[in-house]
Structures are given as structure tokens and as C-alpha cells.
């Protein structure tokens, strides 16, 4: 892995503020961080151009204002301040590199959980994280003995820091055993999700995946890759409750998000699919996702926005 790159500044509450700078009192950490929400956005260079683009960034924004919304924070900051902010603030770190882009909205408190302020104070900072896409990154996952957060307890439509112990519960397990990753059940024992990403079975040529209303964060990969599965390789996808059985049944899987990118699953508790090698599809899938987020791909240049000088 290349050297980390040189963080120089972060972009708080409507300020390029130098790296530095951006400070919080110590006592704020735990109370602070109940009510906060975030997104997370790759930005990747066009090897042909060197121009770096952002990867689906107003459908994150969007995202990031919703998970604000839900949560009961007022936020000062439209979708274009949002987005003129990134670019911004991608531009002052100058990266010549692949980068990973995190909003984050929190509320001042001075307790664990009661509202005491309605404000959301709004942070973003930019960071390297080397993209996997096109490397031989595959995954031995298992399904997790932990259960998903469900919609009227701590709904995982919303990508709240609180929901993410749900998420190091079944990493930690995971790891713990020996596996890469976990897949988390419903409470009704229904397939739903990783602790950050979406799940792809295929099943006799079609991709199956868990709808929105099965414990999932609303990913914004799975769309992407719904909808280039369909136009770009002539692949039925299927939204539908999926059995736990149906995970040992599949020819194929793949987990798919921003930060996981498009990765092969090989096995799942130690059960092969197929001959144990990823698929075919799911190599055809992690390709074209490849060449889309890049640029290479011209097609669906509607999702890559331009950071330019
Ligand atoms: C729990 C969870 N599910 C799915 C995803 C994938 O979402 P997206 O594709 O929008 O990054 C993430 C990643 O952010 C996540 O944390």
C-alpha cells in the first residue's frame, strides 16, 4: 500500500478548517456521537485522464440529508452547500489518489441520548482508502450468530453510528472464527446484509437480493449494481425476501458497497459455491463496476462528478 496521503484540511459546519484546527472538547466523544449520522463516498482517478471523480455523490448527500432528517436534527445545509463543499473541500487536500470522503452530522449533548440540541453540526473529511477492485480480494463469510438491527428498534435504513455496534458485534465474531465476513439474519431468519454492505446471490443466471423492507442500509452499490446488471449485462435482479438455505444453494455471490466495493463470496460457513472460485458474474459485475467508478466505461457519467482544478 502506497504512503498515506497528506491530510490537510477538513470542511466543518460551512469552513475549510485546517486539519489541525478541527477540534472537539474531550467530553463531547460519547454524548456527541449517539444521535450522529454519516456517509460514506469514494472518489477515483480516471487512469486515462487522471481526473478524479466522485462516485455517486448527490445520491450520498441525499442519503446523508435523509439519515439527518430521521434522526430529528435540523441541518443549516442544502444538498448543493453539501455538494459544493465536497468538491471544495476535495480540492484543498489536493490527493493524487483514490480517495474515501466521509460527511458526518452530530448534535452537541451533554447526555446519553436525551435531545438536548436539535442542531446538526455538520463535518466532512476526505481520506485515502485504497480501492480492491480488480485485485483477487475474495471472501470466506459465515452467517453471523448476531441478528439485524429491525426498522422499529434502531432501523438500518438509517446510517447511524449507533447502528454500527450491531455491525462490530458480528465483525469481531466473524474474525474471531476465522472468516473474512459476516452475513447478518433477521430476526425471522431471513437473509438481510453484511455489517457494511449489501449481499448478490445468483441462482441459474439471476441475481437475487434482499429487498429494502429485509433489515438493510438503502445502498446505493446495490442500486448501481441492480441497474447495471440489467442494462450492461442483460441480468435479470430479483428483490425478494431471501432463505438462509438459499445461501449454500447459490452458483455465485457478492457483496457489494462503497467501501467493500464489488467482492466474490467463495464460501459461506465453510460450504463452497460453485467450485469455490468466484463466479462468473460476479466477475463480469466487479469489471464493469471497475470501469464505471474509473471512467473508462463514457456510459453513466450522470454519476461520477468531476473535482477539475
Ligand atoms: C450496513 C451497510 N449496508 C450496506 C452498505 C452499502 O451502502 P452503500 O452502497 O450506499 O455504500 C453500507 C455501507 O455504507 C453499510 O454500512
Known amino acids: 500500500m502506497a504512503e498515506s496521503m497528506n491530510l490537510a484540511s477538513v470542511w466543518w459546519d460551512g469552513k475549510i478548517t485546517p486539519w489541525e484546527d478541527a477540534t472537539i472538547h474531550v467530553t463531547q466523544i460519547g454524548t456527541a456521537s449517539v444521535s450522529s449520522v454519516f456517509e460514506g463516498i469514494r472518489a477515483y482517478l480516471n487512469p486515462n485522464t487522471n481526473e478524479l471523480n466522485v462516485f455517486q ?3 450520498h448527500l441525499k442519503r446523508f440529508l435523509q439519515s439527518i432528517r430521521l434522526v430529528r436534527l435540523e ?9 459544493d463543499a465536497v468538491v471544495s473541500l476535495v480540492r484543498d487536500n489536493d490527493p493524487d489518489r483514490d480517495v474515501y470522503i466521509r460527511p458526518f452530522a452530530y448534535a452537541e449533548s451533554r447526555t ?17 482508502w485504497d480501492s480492491k477492485l480488480k485485485t483477487d480480494t475474495v471472501s470466506h463469510s459465515c452467517v453471523s450468530s448476531w441478528t439485524r438491527l429491525t426498522d ?16 462490530r458485534y458480528a465483525n469481531e465474531e466473524a474474525k474471531r472464527n476465522g472468516y473474512d465476513h459476516a452475513i447478518l439474519l433477521t430476526p425471522q431468519g431471513k437473509v438481510a446484509e453484511g455489517p ?12 437475487i437480493t434482499p429487498s429494502v ?8 452499490t446495490r442500486e448501481t449494481v441492480m441497474q447495471l446488471a440489467r442494462e450492461a449485462l442483460g441480468v435479470q435482479v430479483i428483490e425478494r425476501e431471501v432463505d438462509r438455505t438459499e445461501l449454500y444453494a447459490a452458483d455465485e455471490a457478492f457483496f457489494c458497497g462503497t467501501g467493500i466495493e464489488v467482492v466474490p463470496i467463495v464460501t459461506i460457513d465453510r460450504l463452497k ?5 468466484p463466479g462468473e458474474i460476479s466477475k463480469k459485475m466487479q469489471s464493469c463496476y471497475h470501469d464505471v467508478v474509473r471512467g473508462i466505461e463514457t456510459r ?9 482544478d
Open 300 to 308: 453513466y457519467g450522470e454519476w461520477r462528478t468531476k473535482i477539475g
Open 273 to 277: 459455491l460453485g467450485d469455490g472460485n
Open 152 to 167: 422499529n428498534q434502531m432501523a438500518p435504513r438509517v446510517k447511524a453510528s449507533a447502528n454500527y455496534l450491531n455491525s
Open 213 to 220: 423492507t429485509s433489515g438493510i442500509l438503502e445502498s446505493i
Open 57 to 59: 455523490l448527490d445520491a
Open 196 to 207: 457494511g454492505m449489501c449481499l448478490m446471490l445468483v441462482r441459474d443466471g439471476k441475481i
Open 75 to 83: 441541518c443549516d445545509y442544502s444538498l448543493q452547500d453539501l455538494h
Open 112 to 128: 446519553f441520548g436525551a435531545a438536548t440540541s436539535t442542531l446538526a453540526h455538520v463535518i466532512i473529511h476526505v481520506t485515502d
